[in-house]
Each structure stands twice: as C-alpha cells, then as structure tokens.
C-alpha cells in the first residue's frame, strides 16, 4: 500500500552542490593507489577543467540571479545567494585539496618516478643558463609587458589566460612611475617546457613557464625594480545568448558573439598563494569580483595545462594499460553494412567496442552507388572527423546530403561553424535545428535504393559523432533498418528540415513532445504494478537527474513498493533512502577509466522489460528545450545485452561505484572479497572475444 508523502525543499539536493559532489568524485581519483600514477595528475587536470566549466556556466548563471535581485527558488529551496554562499564554501575546500593531493602526494611520486618539475631555487647553473637562453630565444620576442598609467588602462584580460601582475620601483625612460604592470603570457606557448636530460639530470624534467618568466620578468623592465611578480588567472561568463527574434541568420549572429566570450564578465580569480593582499583586492577590483571570488592556490594556476605530461612521459607501467576496441562480431562476419543490418539490429557498446563501426556505415553510404540520401545530426565532433569527410564526399558524388548542425553546442560552435561551411561547399543542404531548442539527438539514417524500392536504414545513439570521446565514454549505438523505427527518425529529421506539426510516432519518445510525459506514465504504471501487489523494478542509468517532476513520481513510485535503482554519473536532486520517501531507491555513480555516458531506462512491466536507450538526462532542459530521442531496443539479444552490460555489472561494480546517502553525500561501494569492476569486465569481455554471457558470468 502506497503512502500519501508531502515533499519539500530538504528532499531535493541543489544543482551546483550536487555538480561540486561530483567533481569532488573525480578529485578522489587522483588519489586513489589503485590508479596509475600519471593517470592521477590527469584527474587532477579534468578537475580543473570541470570546475572552469562550472564557473563559466553554472557560477555566471548565479552571479546574473544575485546582480538582477532574482528571488525564486528551485526545489531545493536555496536563494541564490544563499546557494552561491554554500557552492563558495565548499569549491574553497575542494580546491585547496586539489592543490593538496598534487604537492604532498603526486608530485612527490612523480619524483620517485624520475618524473621531476624543477622549481627555481633548485636550478643549477647549467640549468639556469638553459632556461635564460630559451627565455630570449622564445619568450622575450613576444611579450608585451603593458604598465598601468593614464594612458595605458589595465589591459582586457582573456578568459583563463595566464597572466602575471609585476610590482615595480622606479621610473622608466619617461619618467613614469605606475608601479604596477601588467604580463600576459602568450597562448602559444606550452605552459610546461621540458628540459634536454643532459641539462634536467633526469630522464624527465620540466620547468613550468610561469617559473621561467618569474625568473626573468626584470628584463621586461631595464632600470627598474621588480618588487614582486604574481600570476593570476581570471574565469569568464561564456555563456552565449541571442535574441531569438531579433536573429535572422543564426550562424552569422552567433559568430559576432564568439568573440565576446573571451570577455565575459569576470566569475573567479586564481592567484598564487605568494600574491600579497593590496595586489589581489587589486586584482579582484578590476574584475569587479569580490573576496569570496577569490582562489588562493599553492602553486601554478592553470593545471589543466599539465594534461600533456601524461603523453610526454614513456613510462607504460604509470599509464592504464592501451585498450583496442573490438570489432561488433556482426561485422566481423559480414564486411557490407547493410547486408549485417538487414540481417539483424547491431547493438555496438563504445569504447569497448569500435566506433568505426559507425564511421564505415557513412563512409560506405558516400560510396555506394545505391545509396541516394544521408541524414545526420552532429551536437559534437571531431576537428579531424572522419564523417564529416565521408558526408563531404558524398555530397560531392551527387547524393543528397542533409546535416542538421546544433551550433550552440556550448564551447564547440566554432568548429561546429566551420564544418558547416565546407559542408555547404560541397552542396550538402545544412540546417541548424529549431530556434531555440537545441537539436541534441544523435541520429543517421540511410536511403538506399534495393531491388526497386527505397529501403531505409538508421544509427540511433546515446553519444556524439565524435571519434575522440568514442574512446573515452561509453555509450550504446543502435543500428537498425526495422520500417517503423526508420520512418519515426525520418519524421524528426522532417520537422527539424521543414514545418509542420509532429506526427506520432511508432516507438520513438521525443523532446519536447512527447519524452517526459512517456517517461511520467512508465514509472506511475510500475507504480501501480505495484500497488496491486505485483512485482515492480525501474533502473535508469544517465548523466544527471534534476527535473522535479520525475523525481516526485519516483518518491511515489518508491511508496508504492517499487524497487528503483538509479545510476546517475553527476548530479541527482533526488535523495535515496529517506524514510518514509525512498526507502526503496538506490543512487549509485561510477567515476572511472572512462566516462560513463549512456542513458538507458530500464522497466519491468510485467516481465516484458521494456528498454530504452536515449540521447537526453532527466532535466528540464532535455526534456523542453532540446530534440532529444528516446528509442526502444526491440531485438531480444540486443535488449539482453543492454541489461546485462549497461546495467546488472555497473549495479555489481565495487571498485569504481559510490553509493549515495539520504543527506546527499556519497561513499564508496568498496566491500571486501571479489572486486567488481563494470568497466573492467567489459574491457576483458571485448578484449578476450568471449561471448557476451561466457564473460559476464566468470
């Protein structure tokens, strides 16, 4: 029997905590033993690169809440500058504990390693001969040094550019005497310089850019005294906004914006911790950002930069071991695309399985006389992207090419710009969505002409068109040439080309139509499953759960008896375990090698296991503001699978998992016995060429 339960703010978890929750997840990789030593100063770089995200978007979004006095609350109750308080607070924290991990523990081991970062005072002469003459050869040419006077203002500051203010005593040729100036350090060069082994004394030393340019910043200022050279960093709001119906071509309003995003108004300032008080409350005034904006950091103040460390040490024994991708058996045995297809639905798995798989069904339809048509969508791609050539191509034979561009994919509408153009120079129709919904399905289809007749073929997936996160996410790509599923993704490629209203689809949920509500009436019909006294189960796994209404039907679903287990990589406003709301729900989020990025809905339904796979995480964005694709995997051997590799090993998983608790944090799901790692089982499942069942049961 269900119970009436009344919800407030103390059941929902805030946004930004909730994202600062996970980012304190992927921190606690980098000190995790069990992973390599170089792997862990790459979580320490994504840290840093997840939290400059956070602060372009999320902490920028805050500060306009704060600056327009906007009083509304979400379900967690919080203010905004109540929220912007705790999110302060506990970023402060975090982030001295980033610097924490890397000056106690990786660095040090890193040293052991014979993996040195050598520091000024510990230069000897032929090291700082070295570094002197690398600063004329490669710096000294190219800085601009700019003192603050009345005629030279304080300088437009890029968004995260290294930067170092110089305190001076003197006066200069003119007779000036600022005393402050202003370096910005080129974005051309490395922001770590490896140094020949002769002159390191080690098989690996680097000397950071910033040392090299504080050891020398004098030369920048014949005659004067240097007081003090302090780096900083400034983060910028680099959210892009148009006026919807003020724009009448998206792609040349949408370029005039780029170049503001570098000079967004100022969100955070990053110093070194030897920055003294007057220079940073200088600093925070020419940013009109105030204490609290402020990051003290003990050491260099853009990490995200030591990420090519990894790739310019040899040293296999510190790295994950190389993984290569199989090949989906189906297409092992049967080399024509098509045929395989139309034999059966292929189901691939990235990373552990190949994502050539998808670019040989383009690359083979730009080839094949048969083929007449192409359709895709791209959110996110590569710079190098072997489909967006293969369409190029194919719009170059005469076929006709159609691509929907989403050029508000945040941080990729440059490149997303660019291939749009060469696409349309090789006669490929481009269109760029709906206005104000951002088209975010992942879709391809084919049209190929067979034995007189047009037979259609789809790629439905969870993730981008990208070959380089291919190998670094999972994520589930489904294809199928069954007549229903086809002429669903036909109908949304229509309405995102043309005009008109949705028809209904067959199998598809779509955003903004008819995805949420679907989604309510699966889990209310568990729910009275349940109620009813029938066994009742729903698993979700996905990248963030936020929307409320969903979260209030799985409150009432767990009520009502129905066993919920939700696998939620980032951020979940939903609080598992509460008495008397959730006792029957477990949230769990794996952090490891790869991002888990696939979104799959898993209901019961009466031992009919309804399974689905989509591009959209339950927020109110995915579900209103986006085209999103929901799609059912029909084939039994394909939906097994899904089950088996997408959820029952990553519920199983005890070494990369964190299981949520009812106030929100998060532990580890370390128990002791036979270690259970999902992304490990799959990478020896694929590895070994074991069948699916073989290799899952050992």
């Known amino acids: ?72 609350t979400g379900p967690d109750g919080l ?7 705790k999110i302060s607070a506990e970023a402060h924290i975090l982030v001295d504990h980033q610097y924490k991990i890397l000056n106690e523990v990786v660095l040090p081991k890193l040293a052991e390693e014979n993996i040195h970062f050598l520091r000024r005072t510990s230069w000897n002469d032929a090291q700082r001969l070295w570094i002197r003459e690398f600063f004329f050869r490669e710096l000294m040419p190219i800085l601009t040094p700019i003192g603050l006077d009345p005629a030279h203002p304080f300088p437009r500051v890029l968004n995260k550019s290294l930067n170092f203010a110089v305190e001076l005593d003197g006066k200069d040729a003119f007779g000036r005497n600022s005393g402050i100036a202003i370096v910005q350090a080129p974005r051309a060069l490395p922001r770590v310089i490896r140094l020949p082994p002769e002159i390191a004394q080690c098989d690996h030393g680097f000397v950071f850019l910033s040392s090299i340019l504080h050891a020398h910043v004098n030369e920048l200022f014949s005659g004067m005294t240097v007081k003090g050279c302090y780096q900083f960093r400034v983060t910028r709001d680099s959210e892009l906004t148009l006026d919807d119906e003020e724009t009448k071509d998206l792609k040349i309003a949408l370029q005039g914006e780029l170049s503001h995003r570098q000079f967004g108004d100022g969100v955070r300032l990053e110093v070194a911790d030897n920055c003294p008080a007057e220079m940073s409350h200088f600093l925070l005034g020419q ?27 040899d040293k296999p024994a510190l790295k994950y071991p190389p993984y290569t991708a199989s090949k989906a058996k189906e297409l092992v045995k049967e080399s024509d695309v098509f045929k395989a297809i139309r034999k059966q639905d292929i189901l691939v798995h990235h990373p552990f399985q190949s994502f050539n798989a998808v670019t040989d069904f383009i690359t083979q339809a730009a080839e094949d006389p048969n083929v007449l048509a192409i359709k895709q969508t791209f959110y996110r791609t590569s710079a190098d992207s072997t489909l967006m050539k293969s369409l190029i191509e194919a719009a170059k034979r005469g076929k006709e090419v159609t691509v929907v561009v989403e050029l508000f994919a945040r941080f990729d509408e440059e490149a997303n710009i660019n291939w749009a153009a060469k696409l349309e120079d090789a006669g490929a129709h481009v269109v760029y969505g709906v206005v104000g919904h951002k088209t975010h399905a992942k879709m391809a289809m ?55 209203k949705s028809n209904k689809l067959n199998h598809l949920w779509q955003s903004p139509f008819t995805l949420h509500s679907n989604l309510i009436k699966a889990i209310h019909k568990e729910t009275e499953l349940a109620k009813s006294g029938k066994k009742a189960r729903i698993i979700a796994k996905m990248n963030a759960l936020l929307e409320s209404d969903v979260i209030r039907a799985l409150y009432e679903a767990s ?14 406003a939903l609080k598992p375990g509460v008495l008397g709301v959730s006792e029957n729900i477990r949230v769990r989020s794996v952090v490891g090698r790869y991002l888990e990025h696939t979104r799959i809905f898993y209901f019961l339904n009466e031992g009919e296991e309804n399974v689905y796979l989509s591009s959209a995480d339950w927020m109110y964005r995915n579900f209103f503001k986006r085209i999103e694709v929901c799609f059912p995997i ?53 590895g070994q060429d074991l069948p699916v069942q073989e290799a899952l049961k050992s």
């Open 1 to 72: 029997m269900s119970r009436a339960i009344k919800l407030n703010s103390e059941h929902f978890v805030n946004r930004e905590l909730g994202l600062l929750a996970f980012n304190k997840r992927v921190l606690a990789q980098a000190e995790d033993e069990r992973v390599p030593l170089l792997e862990r100063l790459k979580f320490l770089c994504i840290f840093s690169s997840n939290m400059d995200e956070f602060f372009e978007v999320r902490v920028a979004g805050i500060k306009d809440q704060i600056k327009y006095n906007d009083q509304q």
């Open 79 to 85: 203010l905004p500058k109540q929220a912007f308080a």
């Open 287 to 313: 940013f009109g950002l105030h204490k609290e904006d402020l990051y003290q950091v003990n050491g260099i103040v853009n990490l995200v930069r030591l990420m090519q460390i990894p790739d310019l040490v």
């Open 446 to 500: 084919v049209i190929r002409r067979e034995d007189g007749i047009l037979r259609r073929y789809a790629h439905l997936a969870t993730g981008n068109y990208h070959q380089r996160t291919a190998k670094l996410y999972t994520d589930f790509g489904l294809f199928t040439c069954n007549e229903q599923i086809c002429a669903d993704v036909n109908d949304v490629f229509a309405q995102l080309t043309g005009l008109g």
């Open 559 to 572: 009520c009502a008896g129905v066993e919920i287990d939700l696998l939620v990589r980032g951020v979940c």
């Open 634 to 686: 029909l084939d039994p051997k394909a939906k097994k699978r899904v089950i088996q590799e997408g959820l029952d090993i990553y519920l199983k998983d005890n070494v990369n998992a964190w299981e949520m608790m009812p106030d929100s944090t998060y532990q580890l799901a370390h128990k002791r016995g036979l270690q259970n790692s999902a992304q490990q089982s799959l990478m020896q499942l694929y």
